[in-house]
């Protein structure tokens, strides 16, 4: 089955730097990649989605790449702020189901 | 965040009882799913079911058992058989359609063993 690894697991900013989480996974089947948010105690909230199709996708300050021949995809948080201080975890599935996370990394942005 | 339902928001369990945790959703989500959190490991999956009557084990689901009666309920019931139940629960759901959607979280619940 799918397995999905993640790094760092912790990560210490200054504002307003850019901060890179990145993940590797291990089936090849494996065609969307979401990125999750989780504050201390609350719901995952999506931040950025990207499918096996494409290579890259931004969203203002957050942007995901994928390289499907490495089997590895990115986060990039850019002019990070301290309200971006959270869990992050990737995840990859084949059409949504059958979910796998990774381990998560904590990210703090220091003012 | 609105739409899907998590109750309680906390649970004590007694060794060897059965506990339900309850899952409800309104935005007529076709697929629904259990995760377990426990600190740093990330989600894991428990089940999950694509439609009424039918459910598929995930990577844990020693000890549990589900059932989905309805479209807008998906209960988890974590068993004695479950030996180490204190982690936080994540019910998802999602709507099938031709493109991939998105999982919608719950709020969770934290059940705890007395």
Known sequence: ?111 | DGGITQSPKYLFRKEGQNVTLSCEQNLNHDAMYWYRQDPGQGLRLIYYSQIVNDFQKGDIAEGYSVSREKKESFPLTVTSAQKNPTAFYLCASRLLAGAVETQYFGPGTRLLVL
């Open chain 1, 1 to 111: 089955g799918e397995n999905v690894e993640q790094h760092p697991s912790t990560l210490s900013v200054q504002e307003g730097d850019s901060a890179v989480i990145k993940c590797t996974y291990s089936d090849s089947a494996s065609n969307y990649f979401p990125w999750y948010k989780q504050e201390l105690g609350k719901r995952p909230q999506l931040i950025i989605d990207i499918r096996s199709n494409v290579g890259e996708k931004k969203d203002q300050r957050i942007a995901v790449t994928l390289n499907k021949t490495a089997k590895h995809f990115s986060l990039h948080i850019t002019e990070t702020q301290p309200e971006d201080s959270a869990v992050y975890f990737c995840a990859a599935s084949i059409n949504n189901n059958d979910m796998r996370f990774g381990a998560g990394t904590r990210l703090t942005v220091k003012p």
